[in-house]
């Protein structure tokens, strides 16, 4: 996918370098949001697996994780991925490197992601969780016209769930 500025495209085994570079200098920032793919790819030496089932996932229809590049100089920027789930809903997540933050680059991804989403896809409805201390990620799906989702209410034994903080949903419907 081609945006104004940017290249969204599944991974290639040539990126596995790239991928875990981004991920190891980013690895304390992402660790709340994203723990599964830091524990995935510990070492260089896991990237390339990672990428190979992103590849696979991709082809099943049951992932869908694009590698963001800059298109002016084929830096590397970070991802955003698409997760179908049941009932025509699909929930998105994204991270950009530090340095790649405050240019509008997440605002611009998403928006390529949903089209794909409605589109190909052929979601009725994305979500978006983030945590409410998140105000970057809050102002990216508000930009990209998702807007926040009431909570349901919450069982009493389940009151202790949202240990590591409170996660806002944020939701597209079509």
Known sequence: MLTDRLL???YEAADAADFFAL???????LHTSFPDRLRTVPTIAEAPGALAAFAADWHSGR????????RA????LGDICLMPQSDGQSEIGYYLAR?????GYAREALA???SFGFGPVASRRLLI???ADNARGQAVALAAGFRLEKPAPRRSWFRNADTVGRIYRFVQER
Not at 23 to 29: D, F, G, I, T
Not at 99 to 103: I, K, L, M, P, R
Request: glycine share 10%.
């Open 129 to 131: 969780r983030c945590f």
């Open 23 to 29: 991920l190891q200098h980013n690895r304390p920032r």
């Open 73 to 76: 100089t084929g830096a590397y």
């Open 8 to 10: 969204l495209r599944p």
């Open 63 to 70: 992932f869908y994780v694009l590698g963001i590049w800059l």
């Open 112 to 114: 390529a992601v949903c």
């Open 99 to 103: 340095e790649a933050e405050g240019y």
